[in-house]
């Protein structure tokens, strides 16, 4: 193939259209605050980029007759992702049209890996890979700050899922600092049966502090947990993981605590509830550490299945 074909802007449809790689996310520390006037909670979200991905596709539309923006959902549960307004990549493909101040049409394509409401921001990968990949395919040439104030607008989740990394989200999440770390770590999750909606287990963390009649803190960054990524010291990231929103996740789906009982016995450094769940994490010593903890986890029956990762790993990117 000629390699320059891939700089000029306008045969990306004669290529197949342009894809985009997007991670998934764990959360290794969630502060939650006190619920606000708009709905939302103050964080201290820690996120971490791990190596499960979905891939976005946009096209040219092949039928002229369809709507502005279409979509297709294959993979894993692919039937469990919304089709209509409510998908979140097509939602994104439509605000940056609206930021460009045009019409413009794409059909999207997801390949889907990353769990459907699983807590690891599926659903917020999506929508950072519509805007990259449209982006390209209508050759907006918008720079990533541009996408980042959209992606903003989308939910909390999806500026990471642009920047990669590992970074300190602070006010509802959305505003990103990228963290320094050292090394790379292993991780297994153990997907989960079903799905958790996320206003559903913030709702669920709010009663139960109602119920407990305790002060709710300000959110703050765990140094413990700061230190650990500094450093890449394994040990003590496992220890110093922590999600506030777990309490309400196990609440709901109270089996949960069967699959993080069953990796801390088989020895994960760190076991938690990913974001609003169901996906369990665990933290591994190594990679072989993961593969024998990801094969047990599955075979012991907590959980529907379990996959290896290492983080962090780089946003959402064109794959060339
Ligand atoms: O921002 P996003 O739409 O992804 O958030 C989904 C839901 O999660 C919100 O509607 C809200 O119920 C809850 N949420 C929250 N506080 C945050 C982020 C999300 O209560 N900081």
């Not at 045969?11 to 605050?33: D, E, F």
């Not at 998908?87 to 019409?103: P, Q, S």
């Not at 010291?233 to 506030?244: I, Q, S």
């Amino acid at each position: 193939a000629n390699r320059h074909v891939g700089e000029i802007r306008t045969p990306s449809t004669a290529l197949g259209g342009v894809t985009v790689r997007v991670p998934a996310k764990v959360n290794l520390q969630l502060a939650v605050g006190p619920l606000r006037e708009d709905g939302y909670h103050d964080l201290v979200n820690v996120f971490h980029a791990v190596s499960l991905f979905d891939e976005v596709t946009a096209t040219e539309p092949a039928d002229p007759g369809a709507g502005p923006i279409t979509v297709k959902v294959l993979g894993e549960s692919a039937d469990e992702v919304p089709l209509g307004e409510d998908n979140l990549a097509v939602r994104a493909a439509k605000a940056l049209a609206a930021a460009a101040g045009r019409t413009y049409r794409a059909d999207l394509l997801i390949r889907k890996t990353i769990p459907v409401a699983g807590g690891m921001a599926g659903g917020s990968a999506d929508a950072a890979g519509a805007l990259v990949a449209c982006n390209e395919l209508w050759g907006l040439g918008l720079p990533r700050e541009d996408l980042m104030e959209i992606a903003a607008d989308l939910g909390s989740d999806v500026p990471f899922a642009l920047l990669g990394g590992t970074a300190i989200g602070t006010g509802r999440g959305e505003r990103l600092t990228p963290l320094e770390t050292s090394g790379t770590f292993h991780w297994v999750f153990a997907l989960a049966e079903g799905g958790l909606s996320t206003p559903r287990v913030y709702g669920e963390c709010d009663r139960l502090r109602a119920a407990a009649e305790a002060g709710v803190p300000e959110p703050a960054a765990s140094e413990p947990l700061l230190a650990a990524l500094r450093t890449g010291d394994a040990e003590a990231l496992g220890r110093a993981l922590a999600n506030d929103l777990q309490p309400a996740a196990l609440s709901l789906r109270p089996d949960l605590a069967r699959t993080l009982d069953a990796g801390r016995a088989l020895g994960a450094l760190g076991a938690i509830v990913s974001g609003s769940g169901p996906t369990c994490a665990f933290l591994a010593r190594s990679g072989e550490h993961a593969a024998e903890l990801a094969t047990r986890l599955a075979d012991s029956g907590v959980c529907r299945s379990a996959v290896t990762a290492v983080g962090p790993v780089e946003g959402a990117a064109l794959v060339p």
